[in-house]
């Protein structure tokens, strides 16, 4: 086979990957109605993707607001600028580093976790004994841990911001000694509601999206084998990076492009 023959190959075959993967996502997105009639199973979710990542989420959102304040007033105290140190942190947070952070540890905490648990739901062919008793998998099983991701990532960006927010307050204020009015009263007056929070709240609900139904494909077509479980839980973490990754640019450059 040739070379041409071999990137053409390769090509289709990504793309087949890829059409797959979004009627996977369509399939869904059309079964989280059924999932709302059994709420009670949506929040069970919410709490093992969403309550049992709060650790990890607030500890790394504390460190990051510590680092943050230090090399910002670092950087700003040459230029006699520390006044715009709450402003800088309350952006970098709430625009970018919150919603993206959240993600990229979203996928390794409880992404990777949705894949094991349904790939092993498959080799144990759980999934196609419900499909034996005419109980679709997708609404009964995935579509709950869908929903429930898509609800959690959001809340989840919110508190990693507001826990650096106050990680930067403690570096900045009551160990370095920047003035405590001159840093809140800067958010108030230059941080909007709408282009700025907002926009970080719509980013982290893109993000839940694709890394909950990342995890729920690689599990739902992992093959039934331990190797194969293990294999998809790796190919989550990774997949789900790089798109969150990609898709920050694309979303950041159509938010924040126009003033």
């Known amino acids: 086979m040739s070379a ?17 993967a979004a009627f996977f996502t369509w399939e869904l997105v059309r079964s989280v109605p059924a999932s709302l009639a059994r709420f009670g199973l949506v929040v069970r979710q919410i709490h093992a993707v969403g ?4 650790l990890i989420i607030m500890a790394s959102g504390t460190a990051v607001g510590f680092v943050l304040a230090l090399q910002m007033y670092y950087a700003l105290v040459t230029y006699g600028a520390t006044e715009s140190l709450g402003l800088i942190v309350n952006l970098a947070l ?28 498959k080799a144990g062919e759980q999934l196609a004994a419900m499909e034996m008793m005419a109980v679709d998998p997708k609404s009964r099983i995935l579509a709950p841990r869908f929903l429930a991701g898509v ?38 007056t230059k941080v909007d509601v709408w282009r700025d929070v907002g926009n970080g709240v719509a980013k982290s609900f893109v993000f839940g999206v694709i ?17 194969g479980v293990a294999y998809a839980t790796t190919r989550t973490v990774v997949i789900s990076s790089l798109a969150v990754l990609a898709t920050d640019f694309v979303l950041t450059a159509l938010m924040f492009s126009t003033p």
Do not use: K
């Open 4 to 20: 041409v023959a071999r990137l053409g190959a390769g090509t289709l075959s990504v793309l087949r990957g890829f059409g797959h």
């Open 211 to 227: 890394c909950t139904a990342v995890a729920l494909y690689q599990g739902h077509e992992t093959e039934a084998t331990p190797e």
């Open 94 to 121: 709430v625009r970018e580093l919150g919603p993206v952070v959240t993600a990229l540890l979203f996928a390794g905490r409880a992404g990777t976790s949705l894949t094991a648990e349904i790939g092993l739901m």
């Open 51 to 54: 309550n049992l990542s709060l």
């Open 151 to 188: 609800i959690s990532m959001p809340l989840l960006a919110a508190l990693f911001s507001a826990v650096g927010i106050l990680g930067a307050y403690v570096v900045a204020v009551l160990l370095i000694g920047v003035d405590a009015g001159n840093f809140w009263s800067i958010m108030q």
